[in-house]
């Protein structure tokens, strides 16, 4: 089934919602395959966030994102890439519904607690940019009585 790159951001870090996020995953029923703690350079974040260059926020997300470590993770399971926008709610906070997570712990756009991959492609580029040396496959037994 489908993958996804979720990534909580520096701001998540030092708030302390790193474990939050990873339970409302699990919870969902969605599987982690992998996950990193690691303080990303700008040029490695700016390969991540490289259809942005050209904005006017670009270099403050950069330096944003590059402040201090993420937790980088790859969850599998059904329909995975557009449940997990759904999970973090709209870019702008402002406009995100509560229940997710920029709707529950976040108000600035510049200060939006967690990423998520936008399609199917970028969610594989992205796993490839964050896990080059690759991800180890396990069986969990749970998944008929997550999906059909
Ligand atoms: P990601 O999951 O982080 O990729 O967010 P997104 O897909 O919801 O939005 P997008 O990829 O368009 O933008 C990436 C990130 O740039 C956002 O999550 C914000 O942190 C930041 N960003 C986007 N638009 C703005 C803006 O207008 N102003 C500021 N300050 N930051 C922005
Ligand atoms: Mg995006």
């Known amino acids: 089934s489908e993958r996804t790159y979720i990534m909580v951001k520096p701001d998540g870090v030092q708030r ?29 974040l700016e390969k991540h966030y490289a259809d942005l260059k ?5 270099p403050g997300l950069i330096k944003y994102m590059a402040s201090g470590p993420v937790v980088g993770m790859v969850w599998q399971g059904l329909d995975a890439v557009k449940t997990g926008r759904v999970m973090l709610g709209a ?8 229940g997710t997570i920029r709707g529950d712990f976040a108000l600035a756009v510049g200060r939006n607690i967690c990423h998520g991959s936008d399609s199917v492609d970028n969610a594989e580029k992205e ?5 080059p040396e690759g991800i180890v496959q396990y069986t969990n037994d749970n998944e008929k009585w997550i999906f059909e």
């Open 16 to 44: 302390g919602l790193v474990g939050d996020i990873i339970s409302r995953f699990e919870r969902r029923g969605f599987k982690l395959i992998a996950l990193k703690f690691v303080h990303a350079s700008p040029e490695h």
């Open 54 to 58: 050209g904005k006017p926020f670009f």
């Open 91 to 98: 870019t702008n906070p402002l406009a995100s519904a509560p």
């Open 127 to 131: 796993i490839q940019l964050w896990f």
